[in-house]
């Protein structure tokens, strides 16, 4: 089983940057792709970001390729997401998702793909 919470959402203005992290519970975190989604009032859950298991390869939406850059700790069993240049339309929860045993380590867009979420952290971005 794997448990996650996630911290450092916040209120930024336009073209800030925040730092999300997720800290993550389980024997099992290395070798599981971990994946960001964001979910804004309205609107159905969407993938931002993704880290394979093992050597660690990376997917990022179109909307945030060149902004956004996940990494992985897994010493420290956490996964992170930098956020740069920061817009309005990425106000939204953050979710932290941790694939399933039977996805593995490959990377997946898709949120049914992951078994293990957070409680997710807002981040608001004024204009």
């Known amino acids: 089983q794997v448990q996650l919470v996630e911290s450092g959402g916040g209120l930024v203005q336009a073209g800030g940057s925040l730092t999300l992290s997720c800290a993550a519970s389980?024997?099992?975190?290395?070798?599981?792709?971990m994946g960001w989604f964001r979910q804004a009032p309205g609107k159905e859950r969407e993938f931002v970001a993704a880290?394979?298991?093992?050597?660690?390869?990376?997917y990022y939406a179109d909307s945030v390729k060149g902004r956004f850059t996940v990494s992985r700790d897994n010493a420290k069993n956490t996964v992170s997401l930098q956020m740069n240049s920061l817009k309005p339309e990425d106000t939204a929860l953050y979710y932290c998702?941790?694939?399933?045993?039977?996805?593995?380590?490959?990377?997946?867009?898709?949120?049914?793909?992951?078994?293990?979420w957070g409680q997710g952290t807002q981040v608001t971005v004024s204009s």
């Open positions: 389980g024997r099992t975190f290395s070798r599981l792709a």
């Open positions: 880290i394979s298991g093992g050597r660690s390869s990376t």
């Open positions: 998702a941790a694939a399933s045993d039977y996805t593995g380590s490959a990377i997946s867009l898709r949120a049914n793909d992951y078994a293990h």
